[in-house]
C-alpha cells in the first residue's frame, strides 16, 4: 500500500526564515502527491498538488514543493515565514485507481517572531 | 459559493449511545469522503461514495460504523453503540470526481466527537 512519511511532527522558525516540511512516499509508481493545511479549529485547505505534470508545484500563499522521484521526496518550501503560516500541515498520497487520500502524520509549523 | 458544511460541530454523547453525524457537500460534487482525525491514529479514511456506485467501505473501523448518502447529495455517518475509542473529529469532503485521482477534496469543519 502507498504510503507517505513526513519527518518532524513539530518544526519551528523564525518569521522570515526559510520553511522546509518533509515528506516522503513509498510507492513503486509515482503516484498523487498532495500538501494540505489545517489552521487551528478549522478543517484541511489544499496548498498544491502534483499531478505528473511539472516536478516543481507551485500552491497558494507563497508556498510550493518539488517532485524527486530518485529520492521518492515532495518537500514542502516557502522562502519566508509570515506569522499566519503557523499551522499543522499534511503530506498526502492518492493511490493510482483510487480516489482515498492517504495522509501522513502531520508536521506542526511553529513561527517565532 | 458554499463550502462543505458538517452538523454538528461537536458532540458529546455518553458510551453505548448511537450518534448521526451530518455532511452537506458542495453542490455538484459527486464524490464524498469521511475521514477521521483523532491523536492516536492521525488522519484516516473511513468511506467514500462516488455517483450511484456501491461505497467503498474499506476504512470503516467496525460494524458499528455505516453511513448513507440520500439523492447523492447529503451524508449521514451513524456510529451505534459508541465508545471511547470513537472519540475523533469526524471530516467530510467533497469532489467533483472526474477522469483519474486527481480531483482536489475540499473538507468541511468537522464534527468533534467526544464519548464519555
Known amino acids: 500500500a502507498q504510503s507517505v512519511t513526513q519527518l518532524g511532527s513539530h518544526v519551528s522558525v523564525s518569521e522570515g526564515a526559510l520553511v522546509l516540511l518533509r515528506c516522503n512516499y513509498s510507492?513503486?509508481?509515482?503516484?498523487?502527491l498532495f500538501w494540505y493545511v489545517q489552521y487551528p479549529n478549522q478543517g484541511l485547505q489544499l496548498l498544491l498538488k502534483y499531478t505528473s505534470a511539472a516536478t516543481l508545484v507551485k500552491g497558494i500563499n507563497g508556498f510550493e514543493a518539488e517532485f524527486k522521484k530518485s529520492e521518492t521526496s515532495f518537500h514542502l518550501t516557502k522562502p519566508s515565514a509570515h506569522m499566519s503560516d503557523a499551522a499543522e500541515y499534511f503530506c498526502a498520497v492518492s493511490p493510482t485507481g483510487r480516489r482515498a487520500l492517504t495522509f501522513g502524520s502531520g508536521t506542526r509549523l511553529q513561527v517565532q517572531p | 459559493g458554499a463550502g462543505v458544511s458538517q452538523s454538528p460541530s461537536n458532540k458529546v454523547t455518553e458510551k453505548g449511545k448511537d450518534v448521526e453525524l451530518r455532511c452537506d457537500p458542495i453542490s455538484g460534487h459527486t464524490a464524498l469522503y469521511w475521514y477521521r482525525q483523532s491523536l492516536g491514529q492521525g488522519l484516516e479514511f473511513l468511506i467514500y461514495f462516488q455517483g450511484n456506485s456501491a461505497p467503498d467501505k474499506s476504512g470503516l473501523p467496525s460494524d458499528r460504523f455505516s453511513a448513507e448518502r440520500t439523492g447523492g447529495s447529503v451524508s449521514t455517518l451513524t456510529i451505534q453503540r459508541t465508545q471511547q475509542e470513537d472519540s475523533a473529529v469526524y471530516l467530510c469532503a467533497s469532489s467533483l470526481a472526474g477522469s483519474g485521482s486527481t480531483d482536489t477534496q475540499y473538507f468541511g469543519p468537522g464534527t468533534r466527537l467526544t464519548v464519555l
Open positions: 510507492s513503486s509508481v509515482p503516484p498523487y
